[in-house]
């Protein structure tokens, strides 16, 4: 069958569109923390978790009994939650005439689980019976028409068929498919796990697998026909078109039955959308796939089970068939649907089994007449329970029996509508608590100018992490502490030592246009040791087919050793693991653009040392019998500018053909030819930063956080990352803000940058004077330990070595403080009085220890995010859980400053706070389950077990203790202290970021320094408010430097 | 009169069709005492049977009878859902290995403790299931999964149950399958061998439909602890008296 190519694009672009609510998913060696309903974003907050809710199965909202806890906690606000209730009751006046606002608190703070109950037979005459102990009616409520009616509406048109099937027959069909269709992606997407390789896969997904489906012998006994499915169509969309349509899917419902395909598993399909989009990415460019092929391998599996189903067990094979069969057997359909469903009655659930595995009518009936009042009976009372239940509770047991049938009704119906919206209700009251308490720490007003310079200014990550270790600094010694975006608003795509790709380093909204490149400085050795080579020996022999057999006998005991050291004393282990093996070189970065002439002499460099090593491949020769002329003379030759025998012929006595065809190798083989080399030169002309862009983005780096003046001798440029072992999550609790990788690059590039003599004359140009010793200088903070080590100390100009061992104090008491107060939240048994050295020893212990499931919280807790100067939050405990961006408004009139902070980090902060967020609320749903139960998958993902669905999201161990949520899931407060005017038109100029605060993704206050309002918007207005009060500490003013004349 | 007594002891130890009158028995009776009763009468009734007459001239077609009852109840096992149900399919699936082990010629103090010590996990059974229905209404697996973070203690029992079901270590029922498997003509232990590996199925499903997964179904009351200690006292003796006969003492 051929496909109109019409018809072919309008399927393309409706699986287009339904992927449009799957978020993205990154590989994991770059985790991006992202809002598991991005796609859902233009929605109010209420509205998409209840979308949500529908597409991934997922709750958005806590279970009422955790809020519960966390009231009793005072994690939560009790006023609020009258308020709230207040407000929900005016629009249920029936629930007011009977005392709602008692009720309603008493059903939320006392009543674990819902008050209205699912009645599915039941009618509200029956509740009012039950409730007023009237016999109980030995009527069937409905028909066997109104039953099959019912089970239609259960099986609309865009529900795959085989969900029927299972709910009716308890098939498992849909189990079996996801199975199939996993084993597909595992063997497709590997990208270098596996030891044998799926075959074609350059062919593209569906081509590949076809090829190999087809003639999968397995597949066949099991009685899957697939080959006479291919048969139909070459293409995917072609195949998608025919499965419909043999199916009997009308055509109008196609989107919503692929929206349904691709949810349910939204994991491989995130990945699949967003490795079909990348731009650059090797495995994609090597081995295509789109969701049109994952679609299209899902419809052939599912058409070839159903089939087989039917063919064996006499079901339904396609709409139709199901049509007949509900019309034709509705009683036990219904039975059925009830038993598989898990709806049935428990002291009916034998009876209903064996009856419907018999399938005689007259027992079904039978059944079905016993059953059915049983139901009505049993729904009536359960709901009649629950209200007594919570009148009792309130204190007033007669409430609900006094009333009459209508009014009972009435008053069910707007009891329903309460709960259906009280997870917002909860939220919200937990967001007053937090609001309150953050508001009421800041400081408005400004301490008096400074005199002199501090010891040092250290530029941090505005991660919630670097909130603890910046209080710490500035707490011991005299260093003053900026917030900034952790790739210091620099998009860099790295060409990492060793490594052929590109790692983009910034938030993954950004597309970086400059490349850098890392080179070894070449001053330590990079022979292979014996180390080196026996590990790699190992590596060899565990990937390999058969090796492991007699691997494992032969040299399985080093392994053993190895896993003893880890596990028994992995601290010590470690460093005797350092001390053996070689460490990475010491690197540069190629920062400064290259001229034409020095690319064309980088080129031309290169293609020398390839000439050389390709005459001892192919001759044997070495290099001392060859002199650079011969070797110019080739290169001209092998790019066409030289015609002629060459010297390297004449020397070594080719005849003119072997000439030629060395010259022909050079081209082919060695890529020696002008179209790569074009090609070498324009990968070099992205290589590094023009001048006027190294200015600028020093500039807007300095500018953004209001670091304009009063430079010290260090600034410290400190990016961040993680270190764990065994820990796939690792990427996880790196810089966010550099793409899921360590921040050190990025503090190197601009350090590079600020540190130049050009840059700086340019920048005094512009009215930001860099005094002449102030040194720009890298360093990594180490999140997992709290150890800051300082980077690229050989540049460091020598009167500023004297000052190393102060600066290097300095950075280890307030590593050492930190831990000690970390320590508290990840083993809160610890005594608190522990001293901090031992503190940090068991702190840093989690940076080497593989069985540690929790190295550290992460981002757990974020709740802020603070758009302001520091003195706001100077001295002030945020507990690690506030994003802090600093920024001056003074120096940002236009509002840019502010815009492009509102683009980049607050919109990744919010991603990290939704991931947090719906990972905490809904474990299994939205993250991504235990880590116990994880193995990496095709190095790019972790699966639970041997078979599930890529898990996205945070796993429980981040967002969880004791299966409790130990994140407060609440959404990002904002905070920005700016002139009201000038930060609503900021936010208003930001349409994404407008968008998300209109619709309630972002909490957003302003708080305007001039006139010392507070401004927040709620219910769609800006509203003003008071501030609330709260004791701020005094800080003693540290010590200060002079400022250098 | 041996065959008579033969075919009659097929109803008490039951062996397939003969084994439908016990299981009819056991899903008629609804009082739990009467049913524990019949649990441990049922199968000493046929104990006694065939300690009268004489199993070897019949020895190679019971043998192979009684494997192919084991079998038989050990897969229905995995079909049933209601946990009495699957207690009285276990049984039925037990008993039969007791005319294997009758063949090998124990002592009459050997035959009635193995009989004891294999009837052990369905009568344990029999109490999760009674356990189940008070708080759920009904102990049918599947309807309300994940019973392990909200009645840990229930769940506790269920686990120990199910394991002295699949016939593990240290439960009478392990110990039992070895002595049985001792003297088992090759055919044979693979028969068994099999059944064994059928309750092992049978037993995960059953504690992956009720203990682990996801939480679901009413809010239920735990068991006390008081009954928890009790329970927990009846597995330590089970479990000792196991022992002590597979030990020799007695």
Same mark, same amino acid.
């Given at each position: 069958?051929?496909?109109p190519?019409g018809?072919?694009?309008?399927?393309?672009?409706?699986?287009?569109?339904a992927?449009?609510p799957?978020?993205?998913f @990154?590989?994991?060696?770059?985790?991006?923390?992202h809002?598991?309903?991005?796609?859902?974003?233009?929605?109010p907050?209420?509205?998409?978790v209840?979308?949500?809710?529908?597409? +991934?199965?997922?709750r958005?909202f806590l279970?009422?009994?955790?809020?519960q806890?966390l009231?009793?906690?005072?994690r939560?606000?009790?006023?609020?939650i009258?308020?709230r209730?207040?407000?929900a009751?005016a629009?249920?006046?029936?629930?007011?005439e009977?005392?709602?606002?008692d009720?309603?608190c008493?059903?939320?703070?006392?009543?674990?689980e819902?008050?209205?109950?699912?009645?599915?037979?039941?009618?509200?005459h029956?509740?009012a019976g039950?409730?007023?102990?009237?016999?109980?009616?030995?009527?069937?409520?409905m028909?066997?028409?109104?039953?099959?009616?019912?089970?239609?509406?259960?099986?609309?048109?865009?529900?795959p068929?085989?969900?029927?099937?299972?709910?009716?027959?308890?098939t498992?069909?849909g189990?079996?498919?996801?199975?199939?269709?996993i084993?597909?992606? *595992?063997?497709?997407f590997?990208?270098?796990q596996?030891?044998?390789?799926?075959?074609?896969r350059e062919?593209?997904?569906?081509?590949?697998w076809?090829?190999?489906?087809?003639?999968n012998?397995? *597949?066949f006994?099991r009685?899957?026909?697939?080959?006479?499915i291919l048969?139909?169509?070459e293409?995917?969309?072609?195949?998608?078109?025919?499965?419909l349509?043999?199916?009997?899917?009308?055509e109008?419902?196609?989107?919503?039955l692929?929206?349904?395909?691709?949810?349910?598993?939204h994991?491989w399909a995130?990945?699949?959308?967003?490795?079909?989009t990348?731009s650059?990415?090797?495995?994609?460019?090597?081995?295509?796939a789109?969701?049109?092929?994952f679609?299209a391998i899902?419809?052939?599996?599912?058409?070839?089970?159903?089939?087989?189903h039917?063919r064996?067990?006499?079901?339904p094979?396609?709409?139709?068939?199901?049509?007949?069969?509900i019309?034709?057997?509705?009683?036990?359909?219904?039975?059925?649907?009830?038993?598989?469903?898990g709806?049935v009655?428990?002291?009916?659930a034998?009876?209903v089994?064996?009856?419907v595995a018999?399938?005689?009518?007259?027992e079904?009936?039978?059944?079905?007449a016993?059953?059915?009042?049983?139901?009505r009976?049993?729904?009536?009372?359960r709901q009649?329970l629950a209200?007594d239940d919570?009148?009792q509770?309130?204190g007033a047991?007669?409430t609900f029996?006094e009333?009459?049938?209508?009014r009972?009704?009435?008053?069910?119906?707007e009891?329903a509508?309460?709960e259906k919206r009280?997870?917002?209700?909860?939220?919200?009251?937990?967001?007053a608590?937090?609001r309150?308490?953050?508001?009421?720490k800041l400081?408005l007003?400004?301490?008096?100018?400074?005199?002199?310079?501090?010891?040092?200014?250290?530029?941090?990550?505005?991660?919630?992490?670097?909130?603890?270790i910046?209080?710490q600094?500035?707490?011991?010694?005299?260093?003053?502490?900026?917030g900034?975006?952790?790739?210091f608003?620099?998009p860099?795509?790295?060409?990492?030592l060793g490594k052929g790709s590109?790692?983009h380093?910034?938030?993954?909204?950004?597309?970086?246009?400059?490349?850098?490149?890392?080179?070894?400085?070449?001053a330590?050795?990079?022979?292979t040791?014996l180390?080196?080579?026996?590990?790699?020996?190992?590596h060899?022999l565990?990937h390999s087919?058969?090796?492991?057999y007699?691997?494992?006998?032969?040299?399985g005991?080093l392994?053993g050793?190895?896993?003893?050291?880890k596990t028994?004393?992995?601290s010590a282990?470690?460093r005797w693991?350092?001390?053996?093996?070689s460490?990475?070189p010491?690197?540069?970065?190629?920062?400064?653009?290259?001229?034409?002439?020095?690319?064309?002499s980088?080129?031309?460099a290169?293609?020398?040392?390839?000439?050389?090593?390709?005459?001892?491949q192919?001759?044997?020769?070495?290099?001392?019998s060859?002199?650079?002329?011969?070797?110019?003379?080739?290169r001209?030759?092998?790019?066409e500018?030289?015609?002629?025998q060459?010297? +390297?012929?004449?020397?070594?006595?080719?005849s003119?053909?072997?000439?030629?065809?060395?010259i022909?190798?050079? %081209?082919?083989?060695?890529?020696?030819?002008?179209?790569?080399?074009?090609m070498q030169?324009?990968?070099?002309?992205?290589?590094?930063?023009?001048?006027?862009e190294?200015?600028?983005?020093?500039?807007?780096a300095?500018?953004?956080i209001?670091?304009?003046e009063q430079f010290s001798r260090?600034?410290i440029?400190t990016?961040h990352?993680?270190?764990?072992?065994?820990?796939?999550?690792?990427?996880?609790?790196d810089?966010?803000?550099?793409g899921?990788s360590?921040?050190?690059?990025?503090a190197r590039?601009?350090?590079?940058m600020?540190n130049k003599?050009?840059?700086r004359?340019?920048?005094?140009e %512009?009215g930001?004077?860099?005094?002449?010793?102030?040194?720009?200088?890298p360093?990594?903070h180490?999140?997992t330990s709290?150890e800051?080590?300082?980077?690229?100390?050989?540049?460091?100009?020598?009167?500023h070595?004297?000052?190393?061992?102060?600066?290097?104090?300095?950075?280890r008491?307030?590593?050492r403080r930190t831990?000690?107060?970390?320590l %508290?939240?990840?083993?809160?048994?610890t005594d608190?009085?522990?001293?901090?050295v031992?503190a940090a020893?068991?702190?840093?212990?989690?940076?080497?220890?593989?069985?540690?499931?929790?190295?550290?919280w992460?981002l757990?807790?974020?709740?802020?995010f603070i758009?302001?100067?520091?003195h706001?939050t100077?001295?002030t405990?945020l507990?690690?859980?506030?994003?802090? %961006?600093?920024?001056?408004?003074?120096?940002?009139?236009?509002g840019?400053l502010?815009?492009?902070i509102?683009?980049g980090?607050?919109?990744?902060?919010?991603?990290?706070n939704m991931?947090?967020?719906?990972?905490?609320?809904d474990?299994?749903?939205y993250?991504?389950g235990?880590?116990a139960?994880?193995n990496?998958?095709c190095? *790019?993902?972790?699966?639970?077990?041997?078979l599930?669905d890529?898990?996205?999201g945070?796993p429980?161990?981040?967002?969880?203790f004791?299966?409790?949520?130990?994140?407060?899931?609440i959404?990002?407060?904002t905070v920005?202290?700016a002139?009201f005017?000038h930060?609503?038109?900021?936010?208003?100029?930001v349409?994404k970021v407008?968008s998300?605060?209109?619709?309630?993704?972002?909490?957003?206050?302003?708080?305007d320094p001039?006139?010392?309002?507070?401004h927040? +918007?709620?219910?769609?207005?800006?509203?003003e408010?008071a501030?609330?009060?709260?004791?701020?500490e005094a800080?003693?003013?540290p010590?200060a430097?002079?400022?250098?004349? | 009169?041996?065959?008579?007594?033969?075919i009659?002891?097929?109803?008490?130890l039951?062996?397939?069709?003969?084994?439908?009158v016990?299981?009819?028995?056991a899903?008629?009776i609804?009082?739990?005492?009467?049913?524990?009763?019949?649990?441990?009468v049922w199968?000493?009734?046929?104990?006694?049977?065939?300690?009268?007459?004489?199993?070897?001239?019949a020895?190679?077609?019971?043998?192979?009878?009684?494997?192919?009852?084991?079998?038989?109840?050990?897969?229905?096992m995995?079909?049933?859902?209601?946990?009495?149900?699957?207690?009285?399919?276990?049984a039925?699936?037990?008993?039969?290995?007791?005319w294997?082990f009758?063949?090998?010629g124990?002592?009459?103090a050997?035959?009635?403790?193995f009989?004891l010590a294999?009837?052990?996990a369905?009568?344990?059974?029999?109490?999760?299931?009674?356990?189940?229905?008070?708080?759920?209404?009904?102990?049918?697996?599947?309807?309300?999964g994940?019973?392990?973070?909200?009645?840990?203690?229930?769940?506790?029992v269920?686990?120990?149950?199910?394991?002295?079901a699949?016939?593990?270590?240290l439960?009478?029922g392990? +110990?039992?399958?070895?002595?049985?498997?001792?003297g088992a003509t090759?055919?044979v232990a693979?028969?068994i061998?099999?059944?064994?590996?059928? @309750?092992?199925?049978?037993?995960?499903?059953?504690?992956q439909?009720?203990v682990?997964?996801?939480r679901s179904g009413?809010?239920?009351?735990d068991?006390?602890v008081?009954?928890?200690?009790?329970v927990?006292g009846l597995?330590?003796?089970?479990?000792?008296?196991?022992?002590l006969w597979t030990?020799?003492?007695?």
């Amino acid at each position: 069958m051929t496909l109109p190519l019409g018809r072919g694009l309008k399927i393309r672009s409706m699986v287009h569109m339904a992927a449009e609510p799957i978020p993205n998913f @990154w590989p994991m060696r770059t985790f991006i923390h992202h809002n598991p309903l991005h796609g859902l974003e233009d929605l109010p907050f209420p509205d998409a978790v209840e979308q949500g809710e529908a597409l +991934f199965h997922g709750r958005g909202f806590l279970p009422r009994a955790d809020y519960q806890r966390l009231l009793a906690e005072g994690r939560l606000d009790r006023d609020t939650i009258e308020e709230r209730v207040a407000e929900a009751l005016a629009e249920r006046p029936a629930l007011q005439e009977i005392g709602g606002q008692d009720l309603l608190c008493t059903l939320l703070t006392e009543r674990r689980e819902p008050v209205v109950t699912k009645r599915t037979v039941a009618d509200v005459h029956d509740v009012a019976g039950a409730l007023q102990g009237r016999p109980p009616s030995d009527q069937a409520p409905m028909d066997v028409e109104t039953l099959a009616d019912r089970l239609r509406g259960c099986f609309p048109a865009e529900r795959p068929l085989y969900e029927a099937l299972d709910l009716l027959f308890d098939t498992r069909i849909g189990e079996t498919l996801d199975e199939l269709l996993i084993k597909t992606c *595992l063997d497709f997407f590997d990208e270098g796990q596996s030891a044998w390789k799926m075959p074609g896969r350059e062919q593209g997904l569906f081509t590949a697998w076809s090829a190999l489906a087809r003639r999968n012998l397995r *597949l066949f006994l099991r009685g899957l026909h697939i080959k006479r499915i291919l048969v139909q169509s070459e293409t995917p969309e072609g195949i998608i078109a025919y499965i419909l349509d043999e199916l009997g899917i009308p055509e109008d419902v196609w989107q919503d039955l692929i929206v349904r395909e691709l949810t349910h598993m939204h994991g491989w399909a995130g990945f699949i959308r967003w490795r079909s989009t990348a731009s650059r990415y090797y495995w994609s460019e090597e081995y295509p796939a789109d969701l049109v092929d994952f679609l299209a391998i899902r419809l052939v599996l599912a058409l070839a089970l159903i089939r087989e189903h039917a063919r064996r067990q006499k079901m339904p094979g396609n709409r139709a068939e199901l049509e007949a069969l509900i019309t034709e057997r509705p009683a036990e359909c219904y039975l059925r649907h009830e038993l598989f469903t898990g709806g049935v009655l428990p002291t009916h659930a034998e009876a209903v089994e064996d009856v419907v595995a018999r399938g005689r009518p007259a027992e079904v009936a039978a059944v079905l007449a016993r059953y059915l009042p049983a139901k009505r009976r049993a729904e009536g009372e359960r709901q009649a329970l629950a209200l007594d239940d919570l009148a009792q509770l309130a204190g007033a047991p007669s409430t609900f029996r006094e009333l009459d049938e209508e009014r009972l009704a009435t008053v069910l119906d707007e009891l329903a509508a309460f709960e259906k919206r009280e997870g917002m209700l909860w939220l919200e009251a937990m967001e007053a608590t937090y609001r309150r308490s953050m508001l009421g720490k800041l400081r408005l007003t400004p301490p008096e100018p400074r005199e002199k310079r501090p010891f040092a200014q250290m530029l941090f990550c505005i991660d919630v992490r670097s909130e603890r270790i910046r209080r710490q600094l500035e707490t011991i010694g005299d260093y003053q502490t900026y917030g900034i975006a952790g790739f210091f608003g620099v998009p860099v795509s790295l060409i990492a030592l060793g490594k052929g790709s590109e790692d983009h380093l910034c938030p993954v909204v950004v597309t970086p246009k400059n490349l850098v490149l890392e080179v070894a400085t070449g001053a330590e050795k990079i022979d292979t040791d014996l180390y080196s080579s026996a590990e790699h020996l190992l590596h060899d022999l565990k990937h390999s087919v058969l090796s492991p057999y007699f691997t494992v006998e032969a040299i399985g005991l080093l392994f053993g050793f190895d896993m003893i050291g880890k596990t028994v004393a992995p601290s010590a282990y470690n460093r005797w693991r350092h001390k053996i093996e070689s460490g990475k070189p010491s690197t540069r970065l190629m920062v400064d653009k290259l001229t034409r002439e020095q690319a064309d002499s980088v080129v031309r460099a290169l293609q020398r040392v390839i000439i050389v090593r390709a005459i001892h491949q192919e001759f044997g020769i070495e290099r001392e019998s060859i002199t650079d002329a011969m070797i110019r003379e080739l290169r001209e030759a092998a790019m066409e500018n030289h015609v002629g025998q060459t010297a +390297f012929a004449r020397d070594f006595a080719l005849s003119e053909s072997a000439e030629s065809k060395f010259i022909r190798t050079l %081209q082919d083989d060695y890529r020696i030819n002008r179209s790569y080399a074009q090609m070498q030169l324009e990968r070099l002309g992205r290589i590094g930063f023009s001048l006027d862009e190294q200015t600028y983005f020093v500039a807007q780096a300095l500018r953004s956080i209001g670091l304009t003046e009063q430079f010290s001798r260090f600034v410290i440029l400190t990016g961040h990352g993680s270190q764990s072992d065994n820990n796939p999550y690792e990427s996880a609790l790196d810089c966010g803000a550099c793409g899921g990788s360590h921040g050190l690059v990025s503090a190197r590039v601009l350090a590079h940058m600020g540190n130049k003599p050009e840059v700086r004359r340019r920048l005094r140009e %512009q009215g930001i004077d860099i005094p002449d010793d102030a040194w720009f200088l890298p360093a990594f903070h180490n999140t997992t330990s709290d150890e800051i080590r300082l980077h690229d100390l050989d540049l460091l100009p020598a009167s500023h070595l004297v000052y190393l061992e102060r600066l290097r104090n300095g950075l280890r008491a307030a590593m050492r403080r930190t831990a000690a107060e970390r320590l %508290q939240t990840l083993e809160p048994e610890t005594d608190p009085t522990l001293d901090a050295v031992k503190a940090a020893r068991r702190i840093q212990r989690n940076t080497v220890d593989w069985t540690q499931v929790r190295p550290e919280w992460g981002l757990a807790r974020n709740a802020g995010f603070i758009i302001g100067r520091r003195h706001l939050t100077e001295a002030t405990d945020l507990a690690g859980r506030t994003f802090l %961006q600093s920024y001056d408004y003074r120096v940002d009139p236009k509002g840019r400053l502010l815009e492009s902070i509102l683009t980049g980090p607050l919109v990744v902060g919010q991603w990290i706070n939704m991931e947090h967020y719906f990972s905490a609320v809904d474990n299994e749903h939205y993250g991504s389950g235990s880590k116990a139960y994880h193995n990496v998958a095709c190095r *790019l993902g972790v699966i639970t077990g041997n078979l599930s669905d890529l898990r996205t999201g945070l796993p429980s161990q981040t967002v969880l203790f004791d299966g409790l949520p130990y994140h407060d899931p609440i959404r990002l407060l904002t905070v920005i202290e700016a002139p009201f005017e000038h930060a609503r038109t900021a936010i208003d100029g930001v349409s994404k970021v407008k968008s998300l605060v209109a619709n309630g993704w972002v909490l957003c206050v302003i708080l305007d320094p001039e006139t010392g309002r507070l401004h927040r +918007f709620v219910d769609g207005e800006w509203r003003e408010e008071a501030l609330p009060s709260a004791d701020i500490e005094a800080t003693d003013q540290p010590d200060a430097e002079e400022i250098p004349a | 009169m041996s065959g008579l007594l033969i075919i009659l002891a097929a109803f008490f130890l039951p062996l397939f069709p003969a084994s439908l009158v016990f299981n009819r028995l056991a899903a008629g009776i609804q009082n739990p005492l009467a049913r524990l009763a019949l649990f441990i009468v049922w199968p000493q009734i046929g104990v006694f049977l065939i300690l009268w007459g004489d199993l070897a001239p019949a020895g190679p077609v019971l043998a192979t009878w009684a494997t192919l009852s084991a079998i038989f109840y050990a897969f229905r096992m995995l079909t049933v859902r209601e946990v009495g149900r699957w207690a009285a399919m276990l049984a039925s699936s037990a008993w039969p290995l007791v005319w294997l082990f009758a063949m090998q010629g124990p002592t009459e103090a050997d035959l009635i403790a193995f009989t004891l010590a294999i009837t052990a996990a369905p009568v344990l059974m029999l109490l999760v299931r009674d356990a189940l229905a008070r708080r759920l209404e009904a102990a049918y697996t599947g309807l309300h999964g994940g019973l392990a973070r909200d009645l840990p203690r229930l769940s506790g029992v269920i686990v120990i149950a199910t394991l002295a079901a699949m016939a593990l270590p240290l439960f009478p029922g392990f +110990f039992a399958l070895l002595a049985v498997l001792g003297g088992a003509t090759l055919g044979v232990a693979i028969g068994i061998l099999l059944t064994w590996l059928l @309750w092992s199925w049978a037993g995960a499903r059953l504690l992956q439909a009720t203990v682990f997964g996801p939480r679901s179904g009413p809010i239920a009351a735990d068991l006390p602890v008081s009954t928890t200690w009790l329970v927990a006292g009846l597995v330590v003796v089970i479990v000792a008296a196991g022992l002590l006969w597979t030990g020799g003492a007695v």
